[in-house]
T-cell receptor
Framework: AQKVTQAQTEISVVEKEDVTLDCVYETRDTTYYLFWYKQPPSGELVFLIRRNSFDEQNEISGRYSWNFQKSTSSFNFTITASQVVDSAVYFCALSDPNTGGFKTIFGAGTRLFVKA | NAGVTQTPKFQVLKTGQSMTLQCAQDMNHEYMSWYRQDPGMGLRLIHYSVGAGITDQGEVPNGYNVSRSTTEDFPLRLLSAAPSQTSVYFC???????????????FGSGTQLSVL
């Protein structure tokens, strides 16, 4: 069975601090996709990134970066120089390739508070 | 382009009542799914569909029914509402596997359901 664990329930930082959100996943499949989504206080779900299980390159997009390590089954997300607008709940997710890859399982989420 | 449309946005039910949450997408997506979001539990998959006429159970299917008679619509039915079904419900869709697999999920804006 697949599982996504986000051990950090809540994180509170002061603006301009760097913060890393942890994600550990379990799957027996060799092909899968990992995702991060953001849910700001307004409630909508916003896609941030998708990573193929065969691509372990780290990715940077502005202040966001992602570290994917198959050896530790982790897909961590770092926000550099955090801003108040980064305050949100962040979800890590894993897709199931046995359904064509569309069945997606989410972690419990990490609530990030960025204080001014 | 409307994307994924969910109705209603809010609903209050009494225990034992039935209702249908509507979900429609206009992006010709094959994959559609329903999630419920509860505090501390993230998004849990209720049911999903990989195409018209095909549905399957997710992590928490009990108490819910779905059908997929058209590509566009994927309604979620509560046959006899229970207080444990008080939650925020999200509908999501994704690209056709013929075009690009494992693209991001497109989410509706959510339905806040309270069962008294």
């Amino acid at each position: 069975a697949q599982k996504v664990t986000q051990a950090q329930t809540e994180i509170s930082v002061v603006e301009k601090e760097d913060v890393t959100l942890d994600c550990v996943y379990e799957t027996r499949d060799t092909t899968y996709y990992l995702f991060w989504y953001k849910q700001p206080p307004s409630g909508e779900l916003v896609f941030l990134i998708r990573r193929n299980s065969f691509d372990e390159q780290n990715e940077i997009s502005g202040r966001y970066s992602w570290n994917f390590q198959k050896s530790t089954s982790s897909f961590n997300f770092t926000i550099t120089a955090s801003q108040v607008v980064d305050s949100a709940v962040y979800f890590c997710a894993l897709s199931d390739p046995n359904t064509g890859g569309f069945k997606t399982i989410f972690g419990a989420g990490t609530r990030l508070f960025v204080k001014a | 382009n409307a994307g994924v449309t969910q109705t209603p946005k809010f609903q209050v039910l009494k225990t034992g009542q039935s209702m249908t949450l509507q979900c429609a997408q206009d992006m010709n997506h094959e994959y559609m799914s329903w999630y419920r979001q509860d505090p501390g539990m993230g998004l849990r998959l209720i049911h999903y569909s990989v195409g018209a006429g095909i549905t399957d159970q997710g992590e928490v299917p009990n108490g819910y029914n779905v059908s997929r008679s058209t590509t566009e619509d994927f309604p979620l039915r509560l046959l006899s509402a229970a207080p444990s079904q008080t939650s925020v419900y999200f509908c999501a869709s994704s690209y056709s596997r013929r075009s690009a697999t494992n693209e991001k999920l497109f989410f509706g804006s959510g339905t806040q359901l309270s069962v008294l």
